[in-house]
């Protein structure tokens, strides 16, 4: 029985490894980043590496941590300004990602990775020690110090927050988020189909045939 045991856990921590490797800080760097944060939705190994990040106390540690920083808030705004975000969602739009998705529903890897942090008894004991850790320590601390309250009366006049309340009156903001709107690129699979390239053949049957002609090379 002890060896099934032994060989049973083998076989969990093998298919943990085998997503990709993600700390807990990355992981809360990612859930904070509304760009970012649907990566998790598009790939099983990523999805798998942050629900184990999740079980982890060390990421309720880290999340915790930045939002005791108002500027964690302002990148959360900034990422929310940028195109990249459109980008970011427009991604749910390629069949690649639900082709993912499906292979690893039907893989049995896939569901013994998930459960690998549920029967990883370290884990219980991580969440056991929590309350002595010097970073939660720190942070129940956090209250009785005068800089904490001093950065979040100071915030409004920090020069990243004054620029972003600016951001509507830039009209390069609006230029960027119609190119990414326009740019078949953004749409991934699906931009194929917005891509006037694509139907350049169709367009000109005689393409194939008739090269375009090209200018001539002066001043060579």
Do not use: H
């Not at 992981?27 to 999740?54: F, G, H, R």
């Not at 915790?64 to 964690?72: F, I, S």
């Not at 020069?159 to 960027?176: D, E, R």
């Amino acid at each position: 029985m002890k060896k099934f045991s032994a060989l049973l856990l083998a076989l969990i921590a093998q298919s943990a490894f085998a997503a990709d490797v993600a700390t807990p800080e990355s992981t809360a760097a990612q859930l904070l980043d509304p760009a970012k944060v649907v990566d998790i939705a598009k790939d099983p190994k990523v999805a798998i590496a942050a629900m184990t990040n999740l079980m982890d106390p060390a990421t309720t540690i880290a999340l915790m941590q930045r939002g005791l920083d108002p500027a964690t808030f302002t990148k959360m705004m900034q990422s929310g300004l940028s195109p990249d975000i459109l980008k970011a969602y427009a991604g749910f739009l390629d069949p690649n990602m639900y082709t993912k998705w499906l292979a690893a529903s039907l893989d049995p890897n896939f569901y013994t990775a998930a459960m690998a942090p549920l029967m990883n008894p370290n884990m219980y004991m991580k969440w056991l020690a929590a309350p002595l850790d010097p970073r939660v320590l720190q942070m129940m601390a956090a209250p009785l110090n005068p800089s904490l309250y001093t950065n979040w009366a100071m915030a409004p006049l920090a020069p990243a927050n004054l620029n972003l309340m600016m951001a509507p009156l830039n009209p390069n903001l609006y230029t960027q988020w119609a190119g990414a709107a326009a740019n078949p690129a953004t749409y991934g699979t699906w931009g194929n189909f917005l891509n006037p390239a694509s139907y350049g053949n169709i367009a000109n049957p005689l393409a194939g045939f008739m090269p375009a002609p090209t200018a001539p090379a002066y001043g060579r």
